[in-house]
Protein backbone atom coordinates (compact mmCIF):
# COMPACT_ATOMS: atom_id res chain seq x y z
CA UNK A 1 0.00 0.00 0.00
CA UNK A 2 1.48 3.48 -0.84
CA UNK A 3 2.72 5.74 1.70
CA UNK A 4 0.38 8.38 -0.08
CA UNK A 5 -2.26 8.55 -2.53
CA UNK A 6 -1.48 8.99 -6.30
CA UNK A 7 -3.07 11.81 -6.01
CA UNK A 8 -0.89 13.63 -3.86
CA UNK A 9 2.07 12.11 -4.91
CA UNK A 10 1.28 13.82 -8.11
CA UNK A 11 0.83 17.10 -6.97
CA UNK A 12 4.02 17.27 -5.05
CA UNK A 13 5.96 16.24 -8.45
CA UNK A 14 4.20 18.95 -10.03
CA UNK A 15 5.50 21.70 -7.55
CA UNK A 16 8.81 19.94 -7.74
CA UNK A 17 12.12 20.93 -10.07
CA UNK A 18 13.73 18.35 -12.07
CA UNK A 19 16.79 17.45 -9.60
CA UNK A 20 14.40 16.87 -6.95
CA UNK A 21 11.85 14.57 -8.83
CA UNK A 22 15.25 12.93 -10.28
CA UNK A 23 15.64 12.08 -6.47
CA UNK A 24 12.84 10.93 -5.38
CA UNK A 25 12.21 8.79 -8.40
CA UNK A 26 15.19 6.41 -6.61
CA UNK A 27 12.49 6.50 -3.73
CA UNK A 28 10.38 3.55 -4.30
CA UNK A 29 8.34 2.37 -7.48
CA UNK A 30 5.30 4.40 -6.65
CA UNK A 31 7.53 7.80 -6.38
CA UNK A 32 9.42 6.64 -9.51
CA UNK A 33 5.98 6.35 -11.79
CA UNK A 34 4.84 9.86 -10.64
CA UNK A 35 8.77 11.57 -10.59
CA UNK A 36 9.34 10.37 -13.94
CA UNK A 37 6.28 11.38 -15.23
CA UNK A 38 6.61 14.35 -14.64
CA UNK A 39 10.37 14.74 -15.33
CA UNK A 40 9.70 13.49 -19.30
CA UNK A 41 6.07 14.55 -19.50
CA UNK A 42 7.93 17.76 -21.68
CA UNK A 43 11.22 16.96 -23.31
CA UNK A 44 12.54 20.15 -25.44
CA UNK A 45 16.29 18.96 -25.63
CA UNK A 46 16.90 16.39 -28.40
CA UNK A 47 19.78 15.24 -26.52
CA UNK A 48 18.12 14.29 -23.65
CA UNK A 49 16.09 12.21 -25.82
CA UNK A 50 18.47 10.52 -27.90
CA UNK A 51 21.01 10.02 -24.97
CA UNK A 52 18.58 7.15 -23.98
CA UNK A 53 19.81 4.88 -26.82
CA UNK A 54 23.56 5.50 -26.78
CA UNK A 55 26.43 7.92 -25.58
CA UNK A 56 26.84 10.65 -28.12
CA UNK A 57 30.24 12.60 -28.79
CA UNK A 58 30.18 16.25 -30.51
CA UNK A 59 31.85 17.37 -32.88
CA UNK A 60 33.17 20.65 -34.48
CA UNK A 61 31.93 21.67 -37.71
CA UNK A 62 34.89 22.82 -40.36
CA UNK A 63 34.33 26.57 -41.03
CA UNK A 64 31.06 26.82 -39.50
CA UNK A 65 30.00 27.59 -35.77
CA UNK A 66 28.63 25.02 -33.39
CA UNK A 67 28.72 21.36 -33.11
CA UNK A 68 26.95 18.20 -34.78
CA UNK A 69 26.72 14.60 -32.61
CA UNK A 70 27.01 11.52 -33.68
CA UNK A 71 26.52 8.41 -31.34
CA UNK A 72 29.94 6.90 -29.97
CA UNK A 73 29.68 3.22 -31.51
CA UNK A 74 28.03 4.42 -34.88
CA UNK A 75 24.54 3.34 -34.01
CA UNK A 76 22.11 3.49 -31.18
CA UNK A 77 22.14 0.72 -28.84
CA UNK A 78 19.09 -2.12 -29.20
CA UNK A 79 19.47 -2.22 -25.02
CA UNK A 80 18.63 1.62 -25.02
CA UNK A 81 15.83 0.78 -27.48
CA UNK A 82 14.37 -1.27 -25.42
CA UNK A 83 14.50 0.07 -22.25
CA UNK A 84 13.12 2.88 -23.80
CA UNK A 85 10.09 1.42 -24.34
CA UNK A 86 9.88 -0.11 -20.91
CA UNK A 87 10.10 3.02 -19.11
CA UNK A 88 10.38 6.29 -21.30
CA UNK A 89 8.14 5.75 -24.73
CA UNK A 90 4.87 6.50 -23.12
CA UNK A 91 5.51 9.43 -20.60
CA UNK A 92 6.75 11.91 -23.21
CA UNK A 93 3.53 14.10 -23.78
CA UNK A 94 5.58 17.37 -25.34
CA UNK A 95 8.13 17.42 -28.22
CA UNK A 96 9.46 20.61 -28.51
CA UNK A 97 10.60 23.34 -28.75
CA UNK A 98 13.03 21.59 -30.81
CA UNK A 99 15.22 24.14 -32.00
CA UNK A 100 18.47 22.23 -32.56
CA UNK A 101 18.06 19.29 -34.86
CA UNK A 102 20.83 20.41 -37.46
CA UNK A 103 23.40 18.83 -34.75
CA UNK A 104 20.95 15.43 -34.80
CA UNK A 105 21.01 14.50 -38.55
CA UNK A 106 22.95 11.06 -38.13
CA UNK A 107 21.41 10.51 -34.54
CA UNK A 108 17.87 11.27 -36.03
CA UNK A 109 18.24 9.19 -39.38
CA UNK A 110 19.86 5.89 -37.26
CA UNK A 111 16.83 6.22 -34.29
CA UNK A 112 14.66 6.00 -37.54
CA UNK A 113 15.53 3.05 -38.63
CA UNK A 114 15.91 1.28 -35.56
CA UNK A 115 12.33 2.33 -34.21
CA UNK A 116 9.67 -0.38 -34.35
CA UNK A 117 6.71 0.03 -36.98
CA UNK A 118 4.34 1.86 -34.23
CA UNK A 119 4.49 5.69 -33.34
CA UNK A 120 8.00 6.57 -31.87
CA UNK A 121 5.99 8.32 -28.95
CA UNK A 122 2.31 7.17 -29.14
CA UNK A 123 1.07 9.04 -26.26
CA UNK A 124 2.35 12.34 -28.00
CA UNK A 125 0.02 15.48 -27.57
CA UNK A 126 2.17 17.94 -28.68
CA UNK A 127 5.11 18.45 -30.93
CA UNK A 128 6.86 21.64 -31.93
CA UNK A 129 9.71 21.94 -34.18
CA UNK A 130 11.46 25.24 -35.31
CA UNK A 131 14.18 26.70 -37.12
CA UNK A 132 13.38 24.59 -40.00
CA UNK A 133 15.69 25.02 -43.02
CA UNK A 134 15.10 22.01 -45.14
CA UNK A 135 18.58 21.99 -46.80
CA UNK A 136 18.50 18.36 -47.53
CA UNK A 137 15.50 16.11 -48.68
CA UNK A 138 15.57 13.89 -45.45
CA UNK A 139 15.40 16.76 -43.37
CA UNK A 140 11.76 16.66 -42.72
CA UNK A 141 12.13 13.03 -41.51
CA UNK A 142 13.45 14.62 -38.27
CA UNK A 143 10.00 15.85 -38.20
CA UNK A 144 7.36 13.44 -39.37
CA UNK A 145 8.93 10.52 -37.45
CA UNK A 146 7.59 11.85 -34.26
CA UNK A 147 4.00 12.58 -36.25
CA UNK A 148 1.35 10.00 -34.99
CA UNK A 149 -2.55 10.05 -34.62
CA UNK A 150 -2.15 10.63 -30.82
CA UNK A 151 -1.20 14.55 -31.45
CA UNK A 152 -3.49 17.19 -31.24
CA UNK A 153 -1.31 20.84 -31.47
CA UNK A 154 1.31 20.95 -33.96
CA UNK A 155 3.70 24.41 -34.37
CA UNK A 156 6.20 24.34 -37.20
CA UNK A 157 8.82 27.30 -37.77
CA UNK A 158 11.33 27.44 -40.12
CA UNK A 159 12.65 30.00 -42.94
CA UNK A 160 13.05 27.80 -45.87
CA UNK A 161 16.21 27.81 -47.79
CA UNK A 162 15.17 28.80 -51.46
CA UNK A 163 11.71 29.52 -53.20
CA UNK A 164 12.11 26.04 -55.03
CA UNK A 165 11.77 24.23 -51.49
CA UNK A 166 7.87 24.24 -52.33
CA UNK A 167 7.63 20.72 -53.19
CA UNK A 168 9.36 19.69 -49.58
CA UNK A 169 7.05 21.60 -48.18
CA UNK A 170 3.86 20.19 -49.93
CA UNK A 171 5.08 16.70 -49.24
CA UNK A 172 5.37 17.72 -45.31
CA UNK A 173 1.58 19.30 -44.92
CA UNK A 174 0.52 16.17 -46.97
CA UNK A 175 2.05 13.81 -44.67
CA UNK A 176 1.10 16.01 -41.54
CA UNK A 177 -2.62 15.67 -42.23
CA UNK A 178 -1.91 11.84 -43.36
CA UNK A 179 -0.24 11.17 -39.67
CA UNK A 180 -1.82 13.78 -37.51
CA UNK A 181 -5.37 13.58 -39.60
CA UNK A 182 -7.08 14.68 -35.57
CA UNK A 183 -5.13 17.67 -35.38
CA UNK A 184 -7.27 20.38 -33.26
CA UNK A 185 -4.37 23.29 -33.49
CA UNK A 186 -1.76 23.97 -36.11
CA UNK A 187 0.73 27.34 -36.00
CA UNK A 188 2.61 27.66 -39.68
CA UNK A 189 5.45 30.21 -39.17
CA UNK A 190 7.03 30.52 -42.40
CA UNK A 191 7.94 33.21 -44.59
CA UNK A 192 4.55 34.78 -45.93
CA UNK A 193 5.32 33.94 -49.64
CA UNK A 194 2.44 32.94 -51.82
CA UNK A 195 3.64 30.28 -53.35
CA UNK A 196 2.81 28.47 -50.07
CA UNK A 197 -0.83 29.37 -49.87
CA UNK A 198 -2.44 26.66 -51.78
CA UNK A 199 -0.54 23.95 -50.06
CA UNK A 200 -1.43 25.02 -46.69
CA UNK A 201 -5.17 25.34 -47.38
CA UNK A 202 -4.92 21.87 -48.58
CA UNK A 203 -3.26 20.75 -45.56
CA UNK A 204 -6.12 23.02 -43.44
CA UNK A 205 -8.41 21.09 -45.61
CA UNK A 206 -7.56 17.70 -44.58
CA UNK A 207 -7.79 18.50 -40.86
CA UNK A 208 -11.71 18.31 -40.13
CA UNK A 209 -11.17 18.80 -36.25
CA UNK A 210 -9.35 21.55 -36.54
CA UNK A 211 -10.26 24.45 -34.24
CA UNK A 212 -7.50 26.90 -33.97
CA UNK A 213 -5.33 27.97 -37.23
CA UNK A 214 -2.15 30.56 -37.15
CA UNK A 215 -0.63 30.69 -40.61
CA UNK A 216 1.71 33.33 -41.71
CA UNK A 217 0.84 37.17 -42.92
CA UNK A 218 0.87 36.20 -46.78
CA UNK A 219 0.66 40.26 -48.30
CA UNK A 220 -2.54 39.35 -50.17
CA UNK A 221 -4.30 36.57 -47.95
CA UNK A 222 -7.55 36.53 -50.29
CA UNK A 223 -6.78 33.17 -51.62
CA UNK A 224 -6.40 31.71 -47.84
CA UNK A 225 -9.56 33.25 -46.52
CA UNK A 226 -11.59 32.33 -49.72
CA UNK A 227 -10.96 29.03 -48.93
CA UNK A 228 -11.31 28.57 -45.36
CA UNK A 229 -14.95 30.38 -45.82
CA UNK A 230 -15.98 27.39 -48.23
CA UNK A 231 -15.24 24.78 -45.85
CA UNK A 232 -18.91 24.60 -44.99
CA UNK A 233 -20.72 24.86 -41.76
CA UNK A 234 -18.93 21.76 -40.23
CA UNK A 235 -16.07 23.89 -40.03
CA UNK A 236 -15.12 23.78 -35.89
CA UNK A 237 -12.59 26.71 -36.39
CA UNK A 238 -13.01 28.92 -33.47
CA UNK A 239 -9.43 30.58 -33.64
CA UNK A 240 -7.68 32.17 -36.63
CA UNK A 241 -4.36 34.15 -36.40
CA UNK A 242 -2.38 35.58 -39.23
CA UNK A 243 0.36 36.69 -37.79
CA UNK A 244 3.83 36.23 -37.62
CA UNK A 245 6.20 35.94 -34.19
CA UNK A 246 9.04 37.92 -36.02
CA UNK A 247 6.77 40.59 -36.31
CA UNK A 248 8.27 42.47 -33.38
CA UNK A 249 11.71 41.93 -34.24
CA UNK A 250 12.12 42.89 -37.84
CA UNK A 251 11.68 45.87 -39.81
CA UNK A 252 10.09 44.11 -42.38
CA UNK A 253 7.86 41.94 -40.59
CA UNK A 254 5.54 41.33 -43.40
CA UNK A 255 1.51 41.90 -43.09
CA UNK A 256 -1.59 41.96 -44.66
CA UNK A 257 -2.49 44.65 -47.56
CA UNK A 258 -4.89 42.82 -49.79
CA UNK A 259 -8.04 41.38 -48.84
CA UNK A 260 -10.94 40.48 -50.72
CA UNK A 261 -14.01 39.05 -49.43
CA UNK A 262 -16.51 40.45 -51.77
CA UNK A 263 -19.23 38.12 -52.63
CA UNK A 264 -17.86 35.15 -49.79
CA UNK A 265 -19.69 33.85 -47.51
CA UNK A 266 -18.72 33.08 -44.28
CA UNK A 267 -19.99 29.73 -43.90
CA UNK A 268 -16.76 28.37 -43.07
CA UNK A 269 -16.08 31.04 -40.15
CA UNK A 270 -19.73 30.25 -38.38
CA UNK A 271 -17.72 29.13 -35.18
CA UNK A 272 -14.91 31.45 -35.50
CA UNK A 273 -14.81 33.16 -32.23
CA UNK A 274 -10.79 34.51 -32.03
CA UNK A 275 -9.38 37.15 -34.78
CA UNK A 276 -5.57 37.87 -34.59
CA UNK A 277 -4.04 39.17 -37.64
CA UNK A 278 -1.10 41.42 -39.09
CA UNK A 279 -2.02 43.68 -41.28
CA UNK A 280 -3.19 47.43 -42.25
CA UNK A 281 -5.81 49.00 -40.71
CA UNK A 282 -7.16 49.57 -44.59
CA UNK A 283 -6.61 46.14 -45.10
CA UNK A 284 -8.43 44.71 -42.00
CA UNK A 285 -11.91 47.00 -42.60
CA UNK A 286 -12.10 44.34 -45.88
CA UNK A 287 -12.49 41.30 -43.62
CA UNK A 288 -15.75 43.81 -41.46
CA UNK A 289 -18.38 43.76 -44.28
CA UNK A 290 -20.62 41.46 -42.85
CA UNK A 291 -21.67 39.49 -39.62
CA UNK A 292 -19.22 38.03 -37.49
CA UNK A 293 -19.71 35.75 -34.60
CA UNK A 294 -16.37 36.87 -33.13
CA UNK A 295 -15.79 37.87 -29.71
CA UNK A 296 -12.40 38.89 -29.41
CA UNK A 297 -10.11 40.56 -32.38
CA UNK A 298 -6.61 41.97 -32.26
CA UNK A 299 -5.04 43.51 -34.80
CA UNK A 300 -1.38 44.95 -35.34
CA UNK A 301 -0.22 47.09 -38.58
CA UNK A 302 3.66 47.69 -39.00
CA UNK A 303 3.61 51.49 -38.32
CA UNK A 304 1.12 53.90 -36.67
CA UNK A 305 -2.65 54.38 -38.65
CA UNK A 306 -4.20 57.38 -39.22
CA UNK A 307 -6.72 58.68 -37.41
CA UNK A 308 -9.37 58.14 -40.56
CA UNK A 309 -7.88 54.52 -41.09
CA UNK A 310 -8.89 54.05 -37.25
CA UNK A 311 -12.15 55.22 -36.92
CA UNK A 312 -13.32 53.56 -40.69
CA UNK A 313 -12.25 50.40 -39.12
CA UNK A 314 -13.39 50.70 -35.46
CA UNK A 315 -17.04 51.30 -37.30
CA UNK A 316 -16.74 48.14 -39.12
CA UNK A 317 -16.08 46.42 -36.09
CA UNK A 318 -18.83 47.33 -34.68
CA UNK A 319 -21.17 47.04 -36.97
CA UNK A 320 -20.33 43.68 -37.97
CA UNK A 321 -19.49 41.98 -34.59
CA UNK A 322 -22.22 42.39 -32.36
CA UNK A 323 -21.13 39.87 -29.61
CA UNK A 324 -17.57 41.59 -29.68
CA UNK A 325 -15.92 41.59 -25.70
CA UNK A 326 -12.57 42.35 -26.22
CA UNK A 327 -10.63 44.62 -29.01
CA UNK A 328 -6.94 45.45 -29.67
CA UNK A 329 -5.65 47.90 -32.05
CA UNK A 330 -1.75 48.48 -32.00
CA UNK A 331 1.37 48.90 -34.20
CA UNK A 332 4.49 47.29 -34.15
CA UNK A 333 7.33 50.05 -34.83
CA UNK A 334 7.44 52.16 -31.68
CA UNK A 335 11.40 52.81 -32.68
CA UNK A 336 12.46 56.40 -32.28
CA UNK A 337 13.19 57.02 -35.60
CA UNK A 338 9.48 56.04 -36.75
CA UNK A 339 8.79 59.02 -33.43
CA UNK A 340 11.34 61.64 -35.70
CA UNK A 341 9.40 61.14 -38.83
CA UNK A 342 6.21 61.75 -37.65
CA UNK A 343 7.22 65.11 -35.48
CA UNK A 344 6.38 67.68 -37.61
CA UNK A 345 3.14 65.84 -39.43
CA UNK A 346 -0.32 66.87 -38.40
CA UNK A 347 -1.85 65.29 -35.28
CA UNK A 348 -3.85 62.38 -36.41
CA UNK A 349 -5.99 62.88 -33.07
CA UNK A 350 -8.72 59.86 -32.73
CA UNK A 351 -11.49 61.72 -30.76
CA UNK A 352 -14.67 59.89 -28.68
CA UNK A 353 -16.84 60.29 -32.15
CA UNK A 354 -14.62 57.63 -33.81
CA UNK A 355 -14.87 55.56 -31.29
CA UNK A 356 -18.83 56.18 -30.64
CA UNK A 357 -20.22 52.80 -32.55
CA UNK A 358 -18.31 50.90 -30.60
CA UNK A 359 -20.02 51.86 -27.67
CA UNK A 360 -23.02 50.01 -28.64
CA UNK A 361 -21.10 47.08 -28.08
CA UNK A 362 -22.30 46.31 -24.25
CA UNK A 363 -20.01 43.37 -23.65
CA UNK A 364 -16.86 45.10 -24.35
CA UNK A 365 -14.50 43.87 -21.51
CA UNK A 366 -11.20 44.67 -23.19
CA UNK A 367 -10.29 47.97 -24.97
CA UNK A 368 -6.40 48.18 -25.88
CA UNK A 369 -5.54 50.89 -28.63
CA UNK A 370 -1.54 52.16 -29.28
CA UNK A 371 -1.71 55.32 -30.59
CA UNK A 372 1.47 57.84 -31.45
CA UNK A 373 -0.71 60.86 -30.70
CA UNK A 374 -2.87 61.35 -27.42
CA UNK A 375 -6.50 60.44 -28.06
CA UNK A 376 -8.44 63.99 -27.75
CA UNK A 377 -10.88 62.74 -25.10
CA UNK A 378 -12.67 64.53 -22.11
CA UNK A 379 -14.00 63.25 -18.74
CA UNK A 380 -17.54 63.48 -19.80
CA UNK A 381 -16.45 60.95 -22.99
CA UNK A 382 -14.32 58.38 -20.10
CA UNK A 383 -17.76 58.75 -18.32
CA UNK A 384 -19.67 57.68 -21.39
CA UNK A 385 -17.55 54.85 -22.06
CA UNK A 386 -17.66 53.33 -18.59
CA UNK A 387 -21.09 53.58 -18.35
CA UNK A 388 -21.25 51.61 -21.91
CA UNK A 389 -19.06 49.02 -20.77
CA UNK A 390 -20.06 47.92 -17.43
CA UNK A 391 -18.08 44.65 -17.90
CA UNK A 392 -14.85 46.20 -18.85
CA UNK A 393 -11.74 44.63 -16.96
CA UNK A 394 -8.79 45.76 -19.21
CA UNK A 395 -8.57 49.50 -20.86
CA UNK A 396 -5.06 51.34 -21.95
CA UNK A 397 -5.60 54.21 -24.05
CA UNK A 398 -2.18 55.82 -23.19
CA UNK A 399 -0.01 56.90 -26.49
CA UNK A 400 3.22 54.52 -26.92
CA UNK A 401 5.74 55.96 -27.09
CA UNK A 402 3.52 59.39 -27.83
CA UNK A 403 3.64 62.93 -28.42
CA UNK A 404 1.82 64.94 -25.99
CA UNK A 405 -0.31 67.47 -28.01
CA UNK A 406 -1.15 69.74 -25.26
CA UNK A 407 -3.02 72.27 -27.36
CA UNK A 408 -5.69 69.91 -28.34
CA UNK A 409 -9.66 70.51 -27.09
CA UNK A 410 -10.43 67.43 -24.76
CA UNK A 411 -8.39 65.79 -22.53
CA UNK A 412 -8.51 63.87 -19.63
CA UNK A 413 -8.06 64.62 -15.76
CA UNK A 414 -7.88 62.20 -12.66
CA UNK A 415 -11.68 63.12 -12.46
CA UNK A 416 -12.20 60.38 -15.02
CA UNK A 417 -11.16 57.98 -12.26
CA UNK A 418 -14.42 58.36 -10.59
CA UNK A 419 -16.09 57.47 -13.46
CA UNK A 420 -14.67 53.90 -13.81
CA UNK A 421 -14.18 53.46 -10.47
CA UNK A 422 -18.20 53.81 -9.95
CA UNK A 423 -19.24 52.29 -13.29
CA UNK A 424 -16.93 49.63 -14.12
CA UNK A 425 -16.38 47.63 -10.86
CA UNK A 426 -14.34 44.42 -12.61
CA UNK A 427 -11.68 46.59 -13.84
CA UNK A 428 -8.14 45.12 -13.32
CA UNK A 429 -5.78 46.99 -15.63
CA UNK A 430 -6.17 50.73 -16.05
CA UNK A 431 -4.08 52.78 -18.46
CA UNK A 432 -4.58 56.49 -19.32
CA UNK A 433 -3.14 59.86 -20.23
CA UNK A 434 -3.53 62.56 -17.76
CA UNK A 435 -2.93 65.80 -19.29
CA UNK A 436 -5.59 67.73 -18.23
CA UNK A 437 -4.29 70.85 -15.43
CA UNK A 438 -8.06 72.63 -15.50
CA UNK A 439 -8.88 70.35 -12.55
CA UNK A 440 -8.02 71.18 -9.50
CA UNK A 441 -6.68 67.98 -6.94
CA UNK A 442 -8.15 70.24 -4.19
CA UNK A 443 -11.40 70.05 -5.60
CA UNK A 444 -11.64 66.51 -6.33
CA UNK A 445 -10.93 65.49 -2.97
CA UNK A 446 -13.20 67.78 -1.63
CA UNK A 447 -15.76 65.90 -3.74
CA UNK A 448 -14.46 62.60 -2.69
CA UNK A 449 -15.27 63.92 1.37
CA UNK A 450 -18.56 65.42 0.30
CA UNK A 451 -20.14 62.23 -1.75
CA UNK A 452 -17.97 59.52 -0.32
CA UNK A 453 -14.83 57.66 -1.48
CA UNK A 454 -15.36 55.23 -4.56
CA UNK A 455 -12.33 52.86 -4.72
CA UNK A 456 -11.52 50.52 -7.76
CA UNK A 457 -11.83 47.19 -6.14
CA UNK A 458 -10.48 44.37 -8.66
CA UNK A 459 -7.80 47.42 -10.25
CA UNK A 460 -4.05 45.15 -10.49
CA UNK A 461 -2.30 47.98 -12.47
CA UNK A 462 -2.60 51.49 -13.48
CA UNK A 463 -0.26 53.23 -15.51
CA UNK A 464 -0.51 56.89 -16.73
CA UNK A 465 2.36 56.89 -19.47
CA UNK A 466 3.80 59.96 -20.08
CA UNK A 467 1.22 62.10 -17.85
CA UNK A 468 2.45 65.63 -16.82
CA UNK A 469 2.73 65.95 -13.03
CA UNK A 470 3.13 69.37 -11.35
CA UNK A 471 1.40 68.67 -7.86
CA UNK A 472 3.12 65.07 -6.84
CA UNK A 473 1.35 65.38 -3.27
CA UNK A 474 -2.05 66.22 -4.43
CA UNK A 475 -1.78 63.66 -6.75
CA UNK A 476 -0.65 61.02 -4.05
CA UNK A 477 -2.87 61.95 -1.86
CA UNK A 478 -5.83 61.53 -4.50
CA UNK A 479 -4.65 58.39 -6.07
CA UNK A 480 -3.86 56.96 -2.59
CA UNK A 481 -7.85 57.49 -1.18
CA UNK A 482 -9.21 55.52 -5.22
CA UNK A 483 -6.70 52.83 -5.46
CA UNK A 484 -6.69 49.88 -3.77
CA UNK A 485 -3.86 49.42 -1.35
CA UNK A 486 -0.86 47.85 -3.01
CA UNK A 487 -1.42 48.60 -6.66
CA UNK A 488 1.74 49.30 -8.66
CA UNK A 489 1.74 52.95 -10.40
CA UNK A 490 3.52 52.39 -14.04
CA UNK A 491 4.83 55.43 -15.48
CA UNK A 492 6.61 55.95 -19.04
CA UNK A 493 8.39 53.46 -21.10
CA UNK A 494 8.71 49.68 -20.11
CA UNK A 495 11.82 48.28 -19.82
CA UNK A 496 12.69 46.96 -23.15
CA UNK A 497 11.63 50.53 -24.84
CA UNK A 498 13.42 53.23 -26.37
CA UNK A 499 14.47 55.64 -23.42
CA UNK A 500 15.09 58.78 -25.42
CA UNK A 501 12.21 61.01 -24.31
CA UNK A 502 13.38 64.13 -24.87
CA UNK A 503 11.44 63.94 -27.69
CA UNK A 504 8.10 64.28 -25.82
CA UNK A 505 9.60 66.76 -23.69
CA UNK A 506 12.60 67.40 -22.05
CA UNK A 507 10.09 67.70 -18.46
CA UNK A 508 10.24 64.20 -18.18
CA UNK A 509 13.34 63.57 -17.31
CA UNK A 510 13.96 66.96 -15.63
CA UNK A 511 10.93 67.02 -13.28
CA UNK A 512 8.01 64.43 -13.81
CA UNK A 513 10.03 61.16 -13.59
CA UNK A 514 11.13 62.38 -10.30
CA UNK A 515 7.69 63.22 -9.33
CA UNK A 516 5.82 60.46 -10.91
CA UNK A 517 8.82 58.36 -8.54
CA UNK A 518 7.70 60.34 -5.24
CA UNK A 519 3.78 59.49 -6.24
CA UNK A 520 5.33 55.46 -6.36
CA UNK A 521 6.80 55.82 -2.66
CA UNK A 522 3.90 57.34 -0.92
CA UNK A 523 1.35 54.60 -2.13
CA UNK A 524 3.50 52.45 -1.56
CA UNK A 525 4.10 53.52 2.40
CA UNK A 526 7.85 54.33 1.87
CA UNK A 527 8.20 56.65 4.48
CA UNK A 528 5.10 59.15 3.88
CA UNK A 529 5.47 60.94 6.56
CA UNK A 530 9.30 61.97 5.77
CA UNK A 531 8.15 62.48 2.00
CA UNK A 532 5.58 65.57 2.37
CA UNK A 533 7.72 67.25 5.03
CA UNK A 534 10.68 66.95 2.29
CA UNK A 535 8.74 68.41 0.02
CA UNK A 536 6.32 70.74 1.22
CA UNK A 537 8.83 73.61 0.19
CA UNK A 538 9.82 71.87 -3.41
CA UNK A 539 6.65 72.76 -5.44
Avoid at 100 to 109: F, I, K, V, W
Avoid at 249 to 266: A, F, H, Q, R, W
Avoid at 451 to 470: A, D, E, H, M, T
Amino acid sequence: MPIFPLEILHRISYFCDPPTNAATALVCKGWSDESLNRLWYQVDDLEQLLSLFGELRAYSRPYQEGHYYLYRDGRPAHKGWLRFQTIYQHRIRILGPITDQDSYLEPLAALAMLRSSGPLLPRLHTLIWEHCAFEETRNDERCLMFMNESVRTFRIAGDPADDAIIECLETLFSCTSARMPQLTSLEVDFPPLDEYQLPLLDLVRGLPDLTELTIPPFPDITVILQGLSKLGRSSRLSHLGIASSKAADSDDPGEVTVIDLSGVESHGFSQLRMLHIHATYDAASQIFLQTWPLTEVSIHCHTPASNTATAELVSRIASSCPHLEELTLSFFDMSIETLITLEDAPPQLVTISDLDPLLRCAKISLFHMDTIWPLSLSDTDIQRLARSWPSLRYLSLTPVPGFLVPERVDKVSFRSLLHLAKHCPKLCDLHLLFDNQDVQLDDLLQELRIRGIVQFKRLLNFGVGFSPIYDWLGVATFLSKILPPGVPLLWGCGPDEWIDTDHISPDIKSSWDHRWNRVVSFLAGKDAIDIVSDDSSEE
